[in-house]
């Protein structure tokens, strides 16, 4: 089986928990790392430590499974080599010949005035994709620091298909921080959906299987783009999840906006920038698009006992809370797609899983 995990929101939405669980779970042969590049900050809590991924795929928890890194992402050399070493996966780690490189030319350019005005991560990403359409870019062959990791990625992966065995795609970002389909120009320097995740690897999408779409139970947001979804305190008010939110948040004498609050007592934080992050309810009509272009064959919701406390740690669906079950439910019926893992912890083991094996395409 061929699988693809995607972000069905803005980024953040905990495609590196599904990743890392997936890997342990479905042992796959190869797992790709497609998507931007090391903009992404994935985590992973796994053995009761965190990892805080921009280049490696959090399925490295895995150590049967090799790991690569498609032509389509961009790579930071520096922060490749203190993963590589951190998660101690050398020899295991491969990179396509045709990776771009990011140089001190792209960072330094990353944080001009309209890296400001859209609020990126300042990894160097858009500029170093801009070389690449300019074709002025360096690619991971013309550095000899990567000659023993370099390979052909689209290989490997084809072959392995071709042989039965299984490969997890794990894409980055999310739906609406797409070049082509999200709030442009408060995007990313690239589409984000499951068909560039593909594209990126080197894997034509009549070998996918499975588009996993990873949505939050709410959402949240970095960056300077006027967020649409930005959680109301009048909205807060209306809804007991929300207000019982609150009043813990403020219990604890968290400073700021109503929405700041509940951004602070949730742990909503930039992974890479460190930045506050906005919160907004579950946009469905968002969620049911999203999960439309990206193909989705099931969907995985996440964070669910950050809204609903009792879900913590469950594992079984028939200890679910009540309103936490209600919420998966309308999720999936408003997006139109099952929702197949649910997530109640940020352990690789918190998980529900709802799958009956890999789900076939109908
Ligand atoms: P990007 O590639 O940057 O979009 O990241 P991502 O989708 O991998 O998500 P990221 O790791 O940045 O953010 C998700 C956060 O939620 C992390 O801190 C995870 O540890 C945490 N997390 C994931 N699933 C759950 C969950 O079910 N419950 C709780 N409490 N935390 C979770
Ligand atoms: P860039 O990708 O660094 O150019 O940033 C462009 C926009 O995408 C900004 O709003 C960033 O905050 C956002 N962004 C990029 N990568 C991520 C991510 O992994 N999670 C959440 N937001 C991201
Ligand atoms: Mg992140």
Not at 30 to 37: P, Q, W
Not at 298 to 314: F, R, W
Request: net charge neutral; hydrophobic share 35%.
């Amino acid at each position: 089986m061929v699988s693809i995990v995607v972000g069905g929101h803005y980024g953040d939405e905990g495609k590196g928990k599904v990743v890392s669980y997936l890997a342990l779970k479905d042992k796959p042969k190869y797992i790709a790392r497609a998507g931007v590049g090391p903009n992404a900050g994935h985590t992973v809590w796994f053995e009761g430590k965190k990892y805080g991924l921009r280049m490696i795929t959090c399925g490295f928890v895995n150590p049967q499974s090799e790991l690569l890194i498609g032509a389509g992402v961009l790579v930071d050399i520096k922060r490749l080599m203190d993963e590589i070493q951190m998660c101690g996966v050398n020899g295991r780690i491969f990179v396509d010949k045709r990776c771009v490189v990011i140089e001190q030319e792209h960072k330094d350019a990353d944080v001009g005035a309209n890296s400001k005005k859209i609020g990126t991560t300042g990894s160097g990403c858009g500029p170093a994709n801009s070389a690449r359409v300019n074709r002025t870019a360096k690619l991971a062959r013309d550095f000899p620091e990567l000659k023993d990791y370099i390979v052909d990625v689209p290989q490997l992966l084809n072959d392995a298909i071709g042989e039965g065995r299984e490969v997890l795609i794990e894409a980055s970002q999310g739906f609406g921080l797409s070049l082509y389909y999200g709030n442009y120009p408060y995007v990313t320097s690239k589409d984000t959906s499951a068909s560039s995740a593909a594209a990126d690897v080197g894997v034509g999408p009549t070998r996918i299987d499975d588009v996993y779409v990873i949505f939050k139970a709410y959402m949240s947001r970095v960056g300077e783009d006027p967020f649409v979804h930005y959680l109301t305190d009048e909205e807060v008010k209306a809804s007991e999840v929300w207000s019982s939110i609150l009043k813990k948040a403020q219990e604890k004498g968290i400073q700021g906006t109503t929405n700041q609050k509940i951004a602070s007592y949730l742990g909503e934080v930039g992974t890479v920038t460190g930045r506050p992050r906005k919160i907004g309810s579950f946009d469905f009509e968002l969620g049911r698009y999203s999960a439309m272009v990206n193909g989705a064959t099931q969907i995985c919701i996440t964070c669910l006992d950050k809204l609903y406390p009792e879900a913590a740690g469950v594992r079984d669906i028939k200890k679910l809370p009540k309103d936490a079950l209600a919420h998966v439910k309308e999720i999936e019926e408003k997006v139109g797609v099952k929702a197949t893992l649910l997530s109640t912890g940020p352990d690789v083991w918190d998980v529900i899983d709802l799958r009956n094996g890999p789900a076939k395409r109908t």
